[in-house]
């Protein structure tokens, strides 16, 4: 029935306008641990399907734990910044930052395959305060011509 | 033609979050502006935003000056005596033990506790939402507590008025500083700041560090009036001999008693995985049967919630305070306006006054004063390419001889046609985001005729606020 019409990432945002904003929220299920929630917003339901989307969620999931996971690297870090007086990190990035970057890639990346095609675009969390995964949905100017 | 047709703003989306407010309202410098400038919480930022203190500093400098007087003495008047009697060692490990609790010190008092953004209108607009449409016909408010399951338990989330979002567990709201801080422990006035998430293992490391100093320079004082007063002179000549370190006997012996109790309850709560503030409040005791062990967040070992407190990954600063404003706030779509001002719409003067945010046009217009300044043609177009997304920068005051940049001037588009889509979808964003604002009622309010066709349906707060 709807094909959307493809649109770059540049496109998207020259000229499309903003219909709507999604926001996932976050699953304290587990505990203070950033996660968001996997479900399907009904909002997106004609634009991506529930695959694409869960699979985008449940991997920056994947790499949140990641940044948060308690091994043994994090508590060497930890001890060794106690012992420097915390003045090794301005030096050294600590695991979190790289794995934020990790996400920001991945997000980023998402975007430009999979989400703006579609007309929609991921934002970073971490520019919401860890709090959303924001999801805004543009106008398809295919709908309106 | 439908795509440019305005679509109504939802008027609850409308709340006017004070982020947008101030850095609209605040047009004197022309420089791009960082986050930590128009930052709402009561905080003070030092170093272009890199050292962040509350507002109300407590007792930090007392905390800081009973800290230095005491080992100033100390190495004064009382190293010399044990260096010579007993060993060298001695102001060696004071000084050691003194610089890490300064630091310690330093870096709890002026790293962010772990201090949670404000929601953003959007967001704050979609929460209402969803508490709204559980809720009846008539507004009555509802108790915005929502419960969730962590660990099999149940847990309650508060809903913060003032940062308009749904605090996370064990965040909570600090009056004094005017944020809600993650894993919020308590608001220490000797150290000027919030003990949260981010900088409590530095708190801890100062407590404890203090406890060795204090301990430590209470014993060698002791030893140093005992050595004096053993050679053969009483005890009353001894001190008159060293009335310094009758001061540092006092402050010490006050202090320890203090700082080792504070240092062995934070002790307990670091193995029990608690912060003060569920202590206090006594969230997790005494509730339930033998079952359950309480405190959801507990990992039941003692090791593990030490390792977990002390030792564990800390995410950066959330509150970005070095970060730029941008010049339509908080929104994607806010970048994607100052990147649709690109290099090929530079050529046409009219889109390029398009693309401006509106607040920036009606403000210049304001401040450039009268009508008669007018004078289109390509003057006007500079200082609007200066604007381009090189900076992040609200617009810079145009030099007086382009004066209005002809937004009464009928020539200009912007106002007159509506046939530039492209220029209003890049408008909208910004229309979506300018809040009502004081200022800008009131220079929606000044602006006549063409002003108002283009945007009073725009802003139907404005309406409202305008109401005598």
């Not at chain 1, 989307?53 to 690297?73: D, P």
């Not at chain 2, 981010?198 to 320079?217: E, G, H, K, P, V």
């Not at chain 2, 240092?263 to 709560?269: D, E, N, R, W």
Request: hydrophobic share 35%; with cysteine.
């Amino acid at each position: 029935p709807f094909v959307p019409q493809t649109h770059s990432l540049q496109d998207l945002r020259q000229q499309a306008a903003v219909a709507a904003k999604v926001f996932i929220q976050r699953d304290y299920t587990n505990g203070t641990l950033c996660q968001f929630q996997t479900k399907f917003p009904s909002e997106l339901e004609t634009r991506i399907d529930k695959q694409q989307f869960e699979e985008t969620v449940r991997t920056l999931n994947n790499l949140y734990a990641e940044a948060e996971k308690l091994g043994s690297q994090s508590y060497i870090e930890g001890c060794l910044a106690c012992l420097t007086a915390y003045t090794i990190f301005l030096c050294m990035e600590t695991h979190y930052e790289k794995v934020l970057k990790k996400i920001a890639k991945y997000i980023q990346e998402q975007n430009d395959k999979v989400y703006a095609p579609r007309g929609l675009l991921l934002t970073d969390p971490i520019e919401r305060g860890l709090r959303v995964i924001e999801i805004t949905i543009f106008e398809d100017r295919s709908l309106t011509q | 033609m439908k795509n440019c047709e305005y679509q109504q703003i939802d008027p609850r989306a409308l709340s006017v979050s004070p982020l947008s407010a101030q850095s609209h309202t605040e047009k004197k410098d022309q420089r791009p502006r960082r986050k930590w400038e128009v930052f709402p919480g009561k905080n003070r930022f030092f170093c272009d935003g890199r050292l962040i203190l509350a507002r109300q500093s407590g007792v930090l400098p007392l905390t800081l000056g009973l800290i230095v007087v005491t080992c100033g003495l100390f190495f004064a008047f009382d190293c010399p005596f044990l260096v010579k009697h007993l060993t060298v060692f001695i102001p060696v490990i004071g000084a050691a033990l003194f610089v890490f609790v300064v630091i310690s010190l330093l870096r709890t008092s002026f790293t962010d506790p772990g201090i949670l953004p404000r929601a953003t209108p959007d967001e704050a607009a979609d929460i209402e939402r969803q508490i709204d449409t559980s809720g009846s016909s008539t507004y009555r408010p509802p108790p915005r507590t929502k419960e969730i399951l962590i660990n099999q338990q149940v847990v309650k989330l508060k809903y913060c008025f003032t940062c308009k979002m749904f605090r996370p567990p064990r965040t909570s709201h600090c009056s004094l500083c005017d944020n809600c801080v993650e894993r919020f422990d308590h608001h220490c006035p000797w150290v000027g700041n919030c003990v949260g998430k981010r900088n409590y293992r530095f708190f801890y490391s100062f407590i404890i560090s203090l406890s060795f100093l204090t301990s430590f320079i209470f014993g060698c004082v002791i030893a140093h009036i005992t050595l004096r007063s053993q050679a053969g002179k009483s005890l009353v000549q001894a001190i008159q001999e060293s009335p310094a370190s009758v001061v540092e006997l006092v402050i010490c012996f006050f202090s320890i008693w203090s700082i080792l109790g504070l240092s062995g309850f934070h002790t307990y709560l670091v193995a029990s995985n608690l912060t003060t503030n569920e202590d206090i409040k006594g969230s997790w005791s005494g509730k339930r049967g033998s079952e359950e062990s309480g405190n959801p967040y507990s990992y039941n070992n003692i090791i593990t919630n030490c390792c977990v407190t002390l030792c564990g990954p800390v995410p950066p600063s959330l509150i970005d305070r070095r970060g730029f404003v941008p010049p339509d706030e908080v929104i994607p779509a806010a970048s994607s306006a100052s990147e649709m001002e690109l290099p090929h719409f530079s050529a046409k003067n009219d889109v390029n006054m398009c693309t401006q945010s509106t607040k920036d046009v009606l403000e210049r217009m304001v401040n450039s004063g009268s009508q008669t300044l007018c004078s289109p043609g390509t003057p006007k177009t500079t200082p609007l390419v200066q604007e381009l997304p090189g900076t992040a920068a609200p617009s810079p005051e145009p030099p007086p001889s382009a004066g209005c940049p002809g937004l009464l001037d009928s020539r200009c588009p912007f106002f007159s046609r509506s046939s530039e889509k492209d220029s209003l979808h890049s408008i909208n964003p910004a229309f979506r985001l300018a809040s009502p604002s004081p200022s800008l009622t009131r220079t929606a309010v000044t602006l006549n005729g063409a002003a108002d066709v283009g945007f009073m349906p725009l802003h139907p707060g404005s309406a409202r606020d305008e109401a005598p």
